[in-house]
């Protein structure tokens, strides 16, 4: 019985071993084929080392390939703690080029580690700086490439391009709106180290970073920088509270160049507050658009039929009384009688009201709200506002005077533009846009590409033909006159919108705005300029905001190459205003004829003789009043 029971007990050990045997077979097996991937990379972790190399942020260019948002080329210092031998002298050396304490350094030296990275004191050093880290040949010590972001023209649409943040991450603008785009991958340089993160002499292995997505922004960089300029004068001259310009193209919707004051420099964020930072006006700001809101009224009662311009009469007597209020007219005593195109030219304020008035409440906004007000436009901007309308149940008599010439709506300057766009375009709201394509970074080759994108159709063409009719009459006849450029077709409106604090009217502090296009007949471009609470002049849109527009419009005609038309409408001219007239042709006259057709200018001649045989400026060319006329003289 004893050896019998020892001998089912050899049975269950030898069966025991057997089956752990398999068990270790098995187990071998399994770390070998199923999980060698998994410990391979553990394993590696334990010896491989990688040294960071930033990628490129992606470039943003304006439509003609110009530069706006760039990167130059740092390093940044990275330590590998267990490889430092001396650690004491690299952290007072290293603290010494830093102009650091050294405790600070020894925090980073001594950490227990295997990469540090010394943040932010070596961020982004100069070159100066890295080469005197490199003439110390400590072992550990390294530099590694960085990217820092660089605007070449520095404030210049600070608030639409936005700023990066020390590790090159998009903090505002579109550096925030395409992050994940214009952000690359990091490379690296591997190597390989022994438990205690001592260097081997074995090969390293450099993994290249990827550049992040470039994009091309609809933006013309030499119209912006007229718009820069123009902006900066008036902020200068007039030293206001906030000013804003918009160029687009109304056929497309198309932001070409987009401004605000005040701006700030994207490299040097840090030394402006969050407000100055995160408000980009022209998308943000809120406020009653004034008299260029006329230019709705006016599109949606000749949409509708309700008016003729040159027959339908209104006599302005200063004033108009709805209800209980007394809505007054600009100019003392009123206009008197007007067609309904003289209301529009001297931008009348009763004759807007009897205007809203044939419409009547539920019409008008309905056609507000179809040429985008009350609603994001959605332009790819962030901190874009949607605008204040009043809900149409509370619209009395009052509320609906006030709307038609554009007090107690509030909007923003990127709706205004977007609307006006579409009455003059043919009646096509578009979408408006400014990132054009974003392109791989080596081959530039278009990965996505934002086409035109229509919203609606809100006026017949007919309409919109009229209207650009009306607007240019308010140029050569009317209010906008500042805007008037001599032998080019040129239309607008002026604005000037009393600005309210706390529910009330503030007195003496005002938006005036002026939006103008051209030509007249055919628009290629339109401009919309706000300037907030101008100082030391008279707040009025056409004479601080329309001279504006002229100066831009003036420079758009050869940036964009638009062609003197036929048919552009002659000033009407005020007794104090120098006028422009055509140089007659006087060539084959004698001297004393010359002089008679010449009068209005003055005269120089050279040569002997009685006979003109060149005179220039050349016959038909269009010069201010008072002008010199040369002429050549011979028998």
């Not at 260029?292 to 039929?305: G, P, Q, R, S, V």
């Not at 006087?586 to 003055?602: M, Q, S, T």
Request: charged fraction near 25%; glycine fraction near 8%.
């Amino acid at each position: 019985m004893f050896y019998k029971n020892i001998h089912i007990r050899i049975k269950i050990v030898f069966l025991g071993i057997i089956l752990l045997f398999f068990l270790i077979i098995f187990k071998v097996f399994y770390i070998q084929v199923f999980n060698y991937k998994k410990l391979n990379k553990l394993a590696e972790s334990l010896w491989n080392r990688n040294l960071p190399i930033e990628a490129n942020r992606g470039k943003i260019y304006d439509r003609q390939g110009v530069v706006l948002a760039d990167n130059k080329t740092t390093v940044s210092l990275v330590l590998i703690p267990n490889q430092i031998k001396d650690k004491e002298k690299a952290s007072i050396e290293l603290a010494k080029i830093l102009n650091i304490s050294v405790d600070n350094m020894k925090k980073h030296v001594y950490k227990k580690t295997s990469i540090e990275r010394v943040h932010p004191e070596g961020r982004r050093l100069s070159f100066d700086v890295a080469d005197k880290i490199n003439a110390l040949k400590i072992d550990g010590v390294y530099l590694v490439k960085e990217s820092k972001r660089y605007y070449p023209f520095d404030k210049m649409m600070s608030h639409t391009l936005g700023f990066v943040g020390i590790d090159n991450q998009g903090l505002s603008g579109l550096e925030l709106m395409y992050d994940r785009y214009l952000t690359g991958e990091y490379g690296a340089i591997k190597y390989i180290s022994d438990a205690k993160g001592n260097k081997l002499e074995l090969e390293e292995t450099y993994m290249e970073a990827q550049d992040g997505m470039n994009l091309t922004l609809t933006i013309n960089s030499k119209l912006q920088t007229v718009l820069e300029r123009e902006i900066n004068n008036a902020w200068d001259k007039y030293n206001p509270d906030q000013a804003i310009g918009i160029i687009m193209d109304p056929n497309t919707g198309e932001i070409l160049s987009i401004t605000a004051r005040p701006n700030f420099s994207p490299t040097n964020y840090q030394k402006y507050n969050v407000e100055e930072l995160n408000r980009n006006l022209p998308v943000w700001a809120t406020y009653e658009p004034g008299s260029t809101f006329k230019i709705i009224t006016l599109a949606t009662a000749l949409n509708e039929n309700l008016i003729d311009l040159e027959h339908d009469h209104y006599y302005d007597t200063g004033s108009i009384r709805v209800e209980n209020a007394r809505i007054k007219c600009w100019k003392a005593g009123g206009h008197g009688e007007e067609t309904f195109l003289q209301v529009v030219e001297n931008s009348c304020n009763p004759g807007f009201v009897v205007m809203g008035q044939k419409i009547g409440k539920e019409k008008l906004f309905e056609y507000i709200k179809k040429f985008g007000f009350g609603l994001k436009t959605g332009v790819d901007l962030n901190g874009e506002a949607s605008g204040i309308l009043f809900d149409l149940d509370k619209v009395g008599p009052v509320e609906l005077a006030t709307t038609s010439f554009g007090q107690g709506v509030s909007v923003t300057p990127i709706q205004q533009i977007t609307a006006v766009s579409a009455v003059i375009n043919g009646g096509t709201l578009y979408k408006p846009y400014i990132v054009k394509s974003i392109n791989e970074p080596e081959t530039n080759q278009v990965i996505k590409y934002n086409k035109p994108v229509k919203v609606r159709n809100v006026i017949k063409s007919e309409t919109s033909k009229k209207v650009r009719e009306a607007l240019e009459s308010v140029v050569t006849n009317g209010t906008g006159r500042n805007a008037f450029i001599d032998g080019y077709r040129v239309g607008g409106k002026t604005g000037t919108a009393q600005k309210v604090k706390d529910g009330h009217y503030m007195s003496g502090n005002y938006i005036v705005s002026f939006m103008g296009f051209m030509p007249a007949n055919d628009p290629k471009i339109i401009v919309y300029v706000a300037i907030d609470n101008a100082k030391g002049i008279t707040q009025y849109g056409g004479t601080i905001a329309a001279p504006i527009v002229r100066n831009i419009l003036k420079d758009a005609i050869d940036i964009l190459n638009i062609k003197k038309p036929t048919g552009a409408g002659e000033k009407n001219y005020n007794f104090n205003e120098l006028k422009y007239l055509s140089v007659p042709n006087v060539i084959g006259l004698d001297l004393k004829e010359a002089r008679e057709n010449l009068k209005g200018f003055k005269i120089e001649y050279s040569g002997s003789g009685s006979k003109v045989f060149y005179q220039s400026p050349s016959a038909g060319d269009r010069v201010l009043e008072g002008s010199t006329i040369k002429l050549m003289l011979k028998e």
